[in-house]
Each structure stands twice: as structure tokens, then as C-alpha cells.
């Protein structure tokens, strides 16, 4: 345990925790909706500091990001808990499992791992994922401003559900997010997901300006998949930025939820209504549908061709389209 950022004490000893847009006051020995803090005799404590629960190194794709490094490899990470209460939550064990087991690392630690990865597998970095990493904010801070003074790459995959101050706190030592955003609707996320959309939006917007970013939405059949809230997510990223990737990632039931899977012809008509108005959008959870490779938005040219995990930059000159100069938003290894 670890005494929490973000919080202020109150009368009878009460805490009011300001690291995400809950807002939880949380009374003595009690915990917040994330699990993940509680208050201990009128302080406020992580509880999942240094506490991981899965490790591995992934595809950067899986993240999904397919437009940072691609081709590479990252070591993934992450703890327990989430400030989410989604019915669909393919993480459960994890994010809402009865004391997962875990095992113990300081940020030095881990940045060692991450090292080593480095060394055996051409991993660029760290990538806080499977649960929320924001709720794992003070340990990913720590461990994130070392990772950074070793050269290695920080990635959030995210909900993006945190309060202003510590996202800007944060940010500096973070170099790409995934960052999820589960509907276009408020209605969506506090009957679904106990949340809000606003503060997320918010979350892009900033984060946007500071580091690489991509987006995901899980299409669910009958409750996000309207052509009116597809369009309405696509207009507000197209007037952040046009060329932000967004992937589509098609619902499968799982946990709470035991809806059928979404249509693949679902899947089709909102890949077809993004692709009017932003230039990088994909499709996951559905390889029966070939929507992954990136094109060119200029000429149309094949850049980076994927199979799966497999991946191969082709049409690419560092960043630029090798047939017609179009600079792509794409970082790549040089």
C-alpha cells in the first residue's frame, strides 16, 4: 500500500478521492467503486501499487495501436481494478475478480524487465493495459518517468475516465494511448457503464496534443451501432483530427452480457460510414473481414499490409507514401 494522490480529507474521517471523475467520498475502511483505493483511518491508499496481475510481450497492434511503431513488440502490464462497471468487460477476472492473483514489483523492477524484454524480443517499451492503468496512477507514474529516462516508450490503453489535473500531471512521460470510447452517448456509458462520456472526451482532447493517439469503440449490437451515433462519433474526432486512427472492435458476449455478436454487415456499414470522413479506420475482432491494412489517404497506395499480428510496412519512405510524398500519420522506426 501506498498513500494516494488526488485526494482531500474530510469531516468524520472521511476521503474524497479527485483522481477520476467519480468524485468517490469514501468513509472509513471503505473502498471507492475503482476497488483500487481505500480509505485507511482518514488517509486515503492505493492498494494496487506495485501490484501486477498479468505480464507478457505483445504485438503493438494488440493494444490496438497500428499506427505507432508497427511491426514492433511492447511488454504489456498491468494490476487490478477499474473506475468502469462495464457489462461486457472482457478483463472481469482482473478488473472485478475477487482478489486476482498478483505478484509484487517496484517501478525499478519493472523497468528492468521491461529492459530485458528490450534485449530479447526488440520490445520498445511499456504499455500499461488489461485493467485501467489510471487507476494504477501513482505506481504507472513512477514507473513511467524511469521507463522514460531509460529510453524505453510509455503507452496507456485506457478508458480515459480521470479528472484534468492528473491526466496533465501524467502526461509528459507518456508517449502513445489507446483510448476507448465505449459509445457517443451519455446514456450509454452511466446506464452501461457506470460513467460518463464528457470527461472522456475531454481525455482525447488533451492527450491529443501531447502524445500519439488512436481510438477504439466496441460496436454493440441494438445499444451503439445507430448510423446516428456513429456519425456523431465520427464528425467529433474528424473536428479534433481527421487523421486519429479509429478502430471498430466487434462485441462478443462476455461477462454480464449475453447479447449475440455483432453482424459482420454491422461491422461493414460503420467501417463505410467512418471512411467518409476520417483517414485511418480499421476493424478488429473480425478477420473474416479484411479492413487492416493502411492506405495511403492521398492515392490510396498500400503503406503497411497485416495479416493478423503480422505486419509489413511496404509503401513507406519513414513516414512519408513512397508513390506520392503524402506525409502519413505514422511513426515509425527509423
Known amino acids: 500500500m501506498q498513500e494516494a494522490l488526488y485526494y482531500e480529507q474530510l469531516d468524520e474521517g472521511r476521503v474524497w478521492?479527485?483522481?477520476?471523475?467519480?468524485?468517490?467520498?469514501?468513509?472509513?475502511?471503505?473502498?471507492?467503486?475503482?476497488?483500487?483505493?481505500?480509505?485507511?483511518?482518514?488517509?486515503?491508499?492505493?492498494?494496487?501499487?506495485?501490484?501486477?496481475?498479468?505480464?507478457?510481450?505483445?504485438?503493438?497492434?494488440?493494444?490496438?495501436?497500428?499506427?505507432?511503431?508497427?511491426?514492433?513488440?511492447?511488454?504489456?502490464?498491468?494490476?487490478?481494478?477499474?473506475?468502469?462497471?462495464?457489462?461486457?468487460?472482457?478483463?472481469?477476472?482482473?478488473?472485478?475478480?475477487?482478489?486476482?492473483?498478483?505478484?509484487?514489483?517496484?517501478?525499478e523492477t519493472l523497468v528492468e524487465i521491461a529492459l530485458e524484454a528490450q534485449k530479447r524480443s526488440g520490445s520498445i517499451g511499456i504499455a500499461y493495459t488489461y485493467s485501467e492503468p489510471l487507476i494504477w496512477y501513482e505506481f504507472v507514474y513512477d514507473t513511467a518517468k524511469i521507463a522514460?529516462?531509460?529510453?524505453?516508450?510509455?503507452?496507456l490503453v485506457t478508458n480515459g475516465f480521470v479528472q484534468k489535473e492528473p491526466l496533465l500531471e501524467l502526461l509528459p512521460f507518456v508517449d502513445a494511448m489507446?483510448?476507448?470510447?465505449?459509445?457517443?452517448?451519455?446514456?450509454?456509458?452511466?446506464?452501461?457503464?457506470?460513467?460518463?462520456?464528457?470527461?472522456?472526451l475531454k481525455t482525447v482532447e488533451l492527450a491529443q496534443q501531447s502524445c500519439h493517439v488512436?481510438?477504439?469503440?466496441?460496436?454493440?449490437?441494438?445499444?451503439?451501432?445507430?448510423?446516428?451515433?456513429?456519425?456523431?462519433?465520427?464528425?467529433?474526432?474528424?473536428?479534433?483530427?481527421?487523421?486519429?486512427?479509429?478502430?471498430?472492435?466487434?462485441?462478443?458476449?462476455?461477462?454480464?452480457?449475453?447479447?449475440?455478436?455483432?453482424?459482420?454487415?454491422?461491422?461493414?456499414?460503420?467501417?463505410?460510414?467512418?471512411?467518409?470522413?476520417?483517414?485511418?479506420?480499421?476493424?478488429?475482432?473480425?478477420?473474416e473481414i479484411a479492413k487492416n491494412d493502411t492506405l495511403c489517404p492521398e492515392c490510396g497506395s498500400l503503406l503497411i499490409e497485416r495479416s493478423g499480428y503480422g505486419v509489413q510496412v511496404k509503401g513507406l519512405e519513414e513516414n512519408k507514401c513512397r508513390e506520392c510524398g503524402y506525409e502519413a500519420r505514422v511513426v515509425v522506426s527509423k
Open 214 to 287: 488512436e481510438i477504439t469503440n466496441l460496436v454493440v449490437p441494438g445499444m451503439n451501432d445507430s448510423d446516428q451515433e456513429i456519425i456523431g462519433l465520427v464528425d467529433w474526432i474528424a473536428s479534433i483530427d481527421p487523421g486519429i486512427p479509429l478502430h471498430f472492435s466487434r462485441y462478443f458476449p462476455q461477462y454480464e452480457f449475453d447479447l449475440p455478436s455483432t453482424p459482420l454487415e454491422t461491422m461493414i456499414r460503420v467501417f463505410k460510414l467512418a471512411s467518409s470522413k476520417l483517414q485511418y479506420v480499421y476493424i478488429g475482432n473480425a478477420w
Open 17 to 107: 478521492c479527485h483522481l477520476c471523475p467519480q468524485n468517490c467520498k469514501i468513509s472509513p475502511e471503505r473502498h471507492g467503486i475503482c476497488r483500487a483505493r481505500q480509505n485507511i483511518e482518514g488517509k486515503l491508499y492505493t492498494l494496487n501499487y506495485g501490484k501486477v496481475t498479468s505480464g507478457g510481450v505483445d504485438p503493438i497492434e494488440k493494444k490496438p495501436l497500428y499506427h505507432y511503431y508497427p511491426g514492433t513488440n511492447i511488454f504489456s502490464v498491468g494490476t487490478f481494478g477499474c473506475n468502469f462497471r462495464c457489462g461486457f468487460c472482457q478483463n472481469w477476472e482482473i478488473a472485478h475478480g475477487d482478489s486476482p492473483p498478483t505478484r509484487e514489483v517496484t517501478p
Open 178 to 200: 489507446n483510448i476507448d470510447v465505449k459509445a457517443f452517448t451519455d446514456d450509454f456509458y452511466r446506464k452501461t457503464c457506470s460513467g460518463r462520456l464528457e470527461p472522456v
Open 148 to 155: 522514460q529516462q531509460k529510453g524505453l516508450k510509455n503507452v
